[in-house]
């Protein structure tokens, strides 16, 4: 089924109705955009947000929040046995 949508001035393009009734697509359903070469594919991303967790790799270590903490709260203790 080829459909012709125009892309609007903020990079936005609408899915014409039958393509979104054929696959059942809703108002907040998330597309995943593959581009190859010549052309674009949009596939619709099955699942929950949640089930991706842990899928991608950190560049880094994520932050030691109850380090930095303790470093803030020796900080404002420092701070306040300078003003007493």
């Known amino acids: 089924m080829d459909r012709i949508a125009v892309i609007s001035t903020k990079g936005q393009v609408t899915i014409p109705q039958p393509i979104r009734e054929t696959l059942d ?19 619709p991303l099955q699942g929950s947000f ?25 900080a404002i203790a420092k701070n306040a046995a300078f003003e007493g």
Not at 54 to 68: A, D
């Open 25 to 43: 697509l809703k108002r907040g359903d998330a597309l995943v955009f593959t581009a190859e070469e010549d052309k674009i594919t949009a596939t």
């Open 50 to 74: 949640l089930e991706l967790y842990g899928s991608i790799k950190p560049r880094r270590r994520p932050e030691n929040f109850k380090k930095i903490r303790r470093q803030v709260i020796k």
